[in-house]
């Protein structure tokens, strides 16, 4: 008995010691939280540990634990990563917010279900960007005591629930000219109503409290956003029109200029106009300060992404409108396109504060996978404006394609003739529309992160982001397809510059691939994967606000979206708006009448001004429909008429989408193709006409997908 208990010991012992020398791993959620807070992506520690992705992910979600050799390196990354991103004040787990009821503050209650948007972080007067090379850094602040809820006439303003738990009373308040400021969830506060320094010293002090946290721990607190309707524009003393329809902008010598330059305040380059930046230099006492401004009788909500009518609604409504796409993806500060260019760089800031071991100082370091500063394109990719290409051509010289990247998205219609006997049969055209194609186009995209290098006679290599210089006309593809190489849809007819997921699909479908020469960019990576993330779970959530969910049937799904509110739709457009033309603003061309060809542009001072990017992001966007349409007609014989962008135009035997679109044999969406529902990706219903209206714009050489809603898709930003 006394062996065996010996034995039983020994082995014990024996796993005991096999247990120490195991590499200690944290928790689950904190090896996913190193990471994000890293800004590196599942892909990259993959390929940095030699193991698949989906392992890395089961190491995040606790379904397994890594072996030896594998164990010990990952240890070491995130013991790295722990020591570069600690558990600190702002981004420690925090516990569920007490109920608190209206009489003594505004947050939502716990278990409400609404979701929380904004997290706890450095309050106004701090110094957001981390620690100045001069000190070291301080400790994030206590929280707050609470105080007693704003009133109106001595009422308790805080009479209706928060739709969200919002950080001090929210990012932004609507301004209505009484001296009252409208919040979300029906707070009102008094401001003063005297001259415009007044009020931007309210906005910055703890009267308003007005904050909106960042959004990387490396980035900046948002700044408070004032919204102005005509009513308060007239009481500032501001004109309802500006004079200056050009740029837009008061006048120098205007007096409210005046009396922001006579305290101390500046503006930024473009001035006094509907989205004015008003600010002092950060100094290590005073912190940031600045003030934006979105001035209604001046344009600044665009109806093209806002919707017709939407500044003129009532303060409260606007407030909580406004606050809602806060919230879900960032407080407006400027257009929809400048809004989701500055989503990108505050997911993923250029630089953060680091410690210089030799100076004991602290000093600006870049941000692994992060755009950190501006870099000239590649000929091929730069605008016939740019000083690059100024350079190499004549002003008036048209460059052909094997001298410029041509991606942009489809607009092709079938030839008329190439329809068949059965096609002709049908008695509808019925149009389908990818959701946040170019959302969902930029999801797990790898991208350049630094300049271009050129290549000579490269081997095309499908994992390396840039521009190639290839011959794709030899490749013979169906008619009845848009050609996936170009956007009017047209066999290439020589040598021409692709990006390289145009590329890796030529070699999908079986094209040999052998470029002449390249533009290529070594250091790479997903850069654009948080922006998705955050425009998805916006889009998707707004979208459950209309009553339409990702649990819906595709029958359900079609009923719902018939169904939705025509008149509640402001955020979900601002959204899509916000998704294209943050994508566009990669490519901003010069404006302004006193610009000169040849010159640089402001726009060319940006990281973020990145022309490559958003081909790569066209392409793969434009690659996605084709192969989705190639696999419909592979298995089902159904062929489009039309493209635009990402509409795709079938005709069927019905009204519907479920008509024409195929389905497996047990009943489900045809697996590779399009597939009705909410995420970004996915399809819904575009519109439907008449086959003989349909025939009839093909004969006059027209796109039924631009209008196939009965009326210019372009109208509506589509």
Not at 45 to 66: C, D, Y
Not at 76 to 99: D, M, Q, S, Y
Not at 511 to 539: F, I, K, M, Q
Not at 663 to 679: A, I
Request: charged share 20%; aromatic share 6%; net charge neutral.
């Amino acid at each position: 008995m006394e062996n065996e208990q010996q034995s039983l010991f020994a082995a014990v012992d024996a796993l005991l010691e096999e247990a120490a020398a195991q590499d200690p791993l944290p928790h689950p959620d904190e090896r996913k939280r190193l990471r994000e807070a890293a800004g590196l992506s599942q892909d990259q520690i993959a390929k940095a540990l030699s193991v698949r992705r989906e392992t890395v992910t089961s190491w995040e979600t606790g379904r397994t634990a890594p072996r030896p050799p594998k164990r010990a390196a990952y240890a070491r990354l995130l013991e790295g990563l722990a020591t570069l991103h600690p558990i600190n004040a702002v981004n420690a787990p925090k516990p569920p917010a007490p109920t608190v009821n209206a009489v003594n503050a505004a947050p939502t209650p716990a278990g409400s279900g609404a979701e929380p948007q904004f997290r706890e972080g450095a309050g106004r007067g701090t110094a957001p960007q981390g620690p100045t090379p001069t000190q070291a850094p301080t400790p994030a602040p206590a929280a707050p005591t609470p105080k007693p809820a704003p009133t109106v006439n001595g009422v308790n303003a805080v009479n209706a629930k928060r739709p969200t738990p919002l950080e001090g009373n929210g990012p932004l308040v609507v301004l209505d000219g009484t001296g009252h400021a409208h919040a979300a969830g029906g707070l009102v506060l008094d401001h003063p109503t005297t001259t415009l320094p007044a009020l931007i010293a309210w906005a910055l002090g703890p009267d308003a409290d007005l904050r909106s946290p960042r959004l990387h721990r490396n980035g900046k607190d948002g700044d408070p956003l004032l919204i102005l309707t005509a009513a308060a524009t007239e009481a500032l003393g501001l004109p309802l029109v500006l004079e200056d329809r050009r740029a837009l902008r008061l006048p120098d010598n205007h007096p409210t200029l005046k009396q922001l330059a006579k305290g101390k305040w500046q503006l930024t380059r473009r001035g006094f106009g509907p989205w004015p930046r008003i600010y002092r230099p950060a100094t290590p006492t005073t912190g940031r300060q600045c003030v934006q401004l979105a001035v209604l009788p001046w344009g600044a909500l665009d109806p093209r992404a806002w919707g017709e009518d939407t500044a003129e609604l009532p303060a409260p409504e606007l407030a909580e409108l406004l606050t809602t796409y806060a919230a879900r993806v960032l407080p407006p500060r400027g257009s929809t396109a400048v809004t989701g260019l500055e989503l990108m760089t505050a997911l993923r800031p250029p630089t953060r504060a680091a410690r210089n071991p030799q100076t004991n100082t602290w000093e600006s370091a870049p941000v692994a996978g992060s755009l950190v500063r501006p870099v000239d394109p590649a000929p091929p990719e730069a605008p016939d404006e740019h000083p690059v290409v100024a350079a190499l051509y004549p002003r008036a010289h048209q460059r052909t394609p094997d001298q410029v990247l041509d991606e942009e998205a489809y607009d092709w219609i079938r030839d008329p003739e190439l329809l068949s006997d059965a096609e002709c049969t049908r008695t509808h055209a019925v149009g389908i529309d990818v959701n946040m194609a170019f959302a969902a186009a930029a999801n797990r995209l790898v991208v350049g992160l630094g300049p271009a290098v050129h290549a000579p006679r490269p081997r095309f290599d499908p994992k390396t982001p840039g521009c190639w210089l290839a011959d794709l006309s030899a490749l013979d593809l169906d008619p009845r397809l848009p050609s996936p190489f170009t956007p009017h849809g047209r066999r290439p007819t020589g040598p021409a510059w692709y990006a390289t997921p145009t590329l890796a699909y030529a070699l999908e479908l079986g094209h040999p691939v052998e470029p002449a020469e390249a533009w290529l960019r070594p250091d790479n990576g997903p850069y654009l994967d948080a922006w998705y993330t955050r425009l998805r779970d916006a889009y998707v959530a707004t979208m459950a606000d209309l009553g339409v969910t990702p649990a819906l049937s595709e029958p359900g799904f079609l009923t719902a979206m018939a169904a939705l509110p025509s008149g509640n739709k402001q955020v979900l457009s601002a959204i899509k708006s916000t998704v294209k033309g943050g994508i566009g603003k990669l490519r901003e061309r010069p404006q302004g009448a006193g610009y000169r060809h040849g010159e640089p542009w402001p726009a060319l001072e940006r990281p973020t001004w990145r022309p490559d990017i958003r081909a790569a992001v066209i392409s793969t966007a434009r690659v996605n429909m084709h192969r989705k349409m190639l696999k419909i007609a592979r298995a089902a014989g159904e062929y489009p008429i039309a493209v635009l962008s990402d509409c795709a135009v079938y005709l069927s035997d019905g009204p519907s989408p479920l008509d024409f679109l195929p389905h497996t044999p047990e009943g489900k969406p045809l697996p590779g193709g399009f597939r009705l529902g909410v995420s970004p990706g996915m399809v819904k219903h575009e519109g439907t006409q008449s086959l003989l209206w349909a025939v009839q714009m093909l004969d006059e050489g027209l796109n039924p997908a631009r209008h196939i809603k009965g009326h210019d898709a372009a109208a509506d930003g589509e």
